[in-house]
Structure formats: C-alpha cells, structure tokens
C-alpha cells in the first residue's frame, strides 16, 4: 500500500505544492503588464499600433505612406520617376505595394502594378521604384508601401516627457507631496499607538474604537469639508493642505497597525526598563521604536504607495496651475489630451510614476507581511 507523504516532516504536502503554484501565478500575471508597460515605453507609435508589445523582438509590417522625391524624365513613352522610396540611406524590405490608399499592399515587390489613368508602378524588394505617367504629371505622386520594419527601441520617449512634456517638475512635485505625507503620520501614530498600548488613561478603550471605527469611513465623506476647513486657517489649495489631508486619512490606519504590534513586544523589557528608571519616552525612543521598525515599514509601504498614486486627493488640495500637478494629474489632465493618441509616450510617462514605488516596495516587502500580520497571534 502506498504511504501518504503529507504530513510527514521534511516532506512538502499538496497544499503546499498548490499554494506554490498559486502565487506564481499571481506573480506572473502581474508582471505581465508592467512589463508590457515597460517595453511600450520604448517603441515609437506607429510600431505600437501595428503589434502587440510581445511582438516587439520581431520585425513587423507597417503599411507607410510615402511621398516620392526626385523630377520626372521624358522619354518617348511618357514620364518616368525613378528613386527609392526609402530614401539615399534608408533601408528596408518591401512586403507590398500599392497606388492608392485604399489599396496599399495590392502588388507584389516587382510586380508592374497597373493604376488609374495609364499610369503604372513597380517597385523592387529593396525600395528601388519606377513610376510611369503617360502625361507630364503636376506634382509628385504618393506612394504605398508594406515593409519590413526591424525592431526599434529608444529612448525618445523619455526625452519628450522630461524635457518638453513637463515630466521632470510634475515628479519632484509627487516627491514633495509624498515624502512628508509619509513621515508626518508615521511620526503622530508611533506615539499616539505607544500611549493607546502602554500607558493607562481614561477612555483609552473608547479611543481604539473609535480609531477602529475611522478605518471604515470613506475619504470621499471628509473631502469638501475638510477643504472648507483649510480655507478657513489660510492653507487652502497648497502643500501644506495636501500634507494634513493625507495625514488626516493615513492616521487611523498607521494607529491600528502600529498599535497591534507594540501590544506584541515582550512585556519584560519594557517593564524592566521602568523599574530601572526609564521614563515612558526613553522606553519609547530607545525601546519600542527599534522593535517597531517591521511595523513602520510596513505603513510606511501603503502611505507612501497610496499618496504616490493619489489622483483625488491631488486634484482637490492642489492648485489648478501646471506648477504644481503632481504625475498622475500630469498624465490624466495633459498627457491624456493633449498626447491620448501617443501610446508611447503615455507608456513611459506611465512607467516613470510606477518605477519609484516598485523599488520601494521590493526594498521593503520582506517587512510588509511581518507588519500586516502585527498583533494577529499571540
């Protein structure tokens, strides 16, 4: 009879093996996005319009509109361009072509394409063509062309959102928008959960209800009030409103989380450090902060994420002027209008908001899950 091995020590169990599988699953099928991202940030428009991203190591066919160069030679039989249609140091391979626009890829590379009003065309596999008009033509003629276009990657894109789209200001102003949003409630809820886990007052329960009840309200609620609020002190639409906003709606949160996890730390220490003298703020600072660090971490994680890729909150505490957009503004209010039909360059615009938050969450996962799972057991 076969031996069941779950259970066993040493050996994996099937759940195991399904819960493997699961998360690389969801790792992948995150990924896969932000690395489509990624590599369209790269590419011009018209690649990213004719193929998907994961087509972007192979050539593609682009269908291009040409205009012809050059003066047409008389000859007995009529009028005859001749030239490449990529040009003296273009180069490329012709698929299909075509005379009309409606019509791009109707002959082959060295077919005698025949077209309206006795004119013909030919064009070779390398671009070299023949046009033939039975009369003296007034202008040049267009031509259509399928071609072989190799892989293209650059860093155009890049270039125009920082130096001409207004990238580089709209991300130091995400930065100082985020940086002290971060730090300020981190700084009220450290104390604020020391007092609410180790110190004996009036009410104190009450207080943890109430902070619990806050994790439930909606932002939206407090939006319009608490705008009228910074008017009336004289901070309304600035950096300093944004800052208390999001220092407002981050501390429920930060309280709860840090609070669970210093009721957690090891009573002896803390209550050998007051027998030996040590005042609440010196059991604080020297104490409970250090072994904290996991849990301050961990919402240092989720402020910084969430304010990084507020839009809502930007759009009401901020001024309307360019001068202040942070990126996401800058992307959903400009980019979006002005630029909505430039997929690349949206893409890189995209990926610049994106990157700094994922270097800060892959500096900082290993403390996310020892910070969320805080106070959980005992």
Known sequence: ?????????????SLSLVTNLSVIFLVVLWLIPTVGLFV??????????ESGW?????PTQENIAVQTEGEFVETPEGWVLTGNVFGEEGSGEIVAFGGSRAEPTAFAPGETGELVRGRTLQIAETG????????????????????EVPPNFSLVNYETILESAGMDVAFINTLTVTIPATIIPILIAAFAAYALAWMDFPFRGTIIAIVVGLLVVPLQLALVPMLQFHNQIGIGQSFYGIWFAHTGFGLPLAIYLLRNYMVGLPRDIIESAKVDGATDFQVFTRIVLPLSFPALASFAIFQFLWTW???????????ASSDSWVMTVKIADDLLGSRGGDWGILAAAAFVSIAVPLVVFFTMQRYLVRGLLAGSVK
Do not use: H, Q
Request: glycine content about 4%.
């Open 40 to 49: 369209s940030s790269f590419r011009d428009r018209d690649a990213i319009t």
């Open 54 to 58: 994961w087509k972007s190591p192979f």
């Open 309 to 319: 890729n507020d839009l809502l909150i930007a759009k009401v505490f901020l001024p």
């Open 128 to 147: 070299d063509f023949t046009y033939f008009y039975p009369d003296e033509p007034s202008r040049n003629p267009t031509v259509y062309i399928a071609a």
């Open 1 to 13: 009879m076969a031996k069941d091995d779950d259970g066993i020590a040493g050996s994996k169990t």
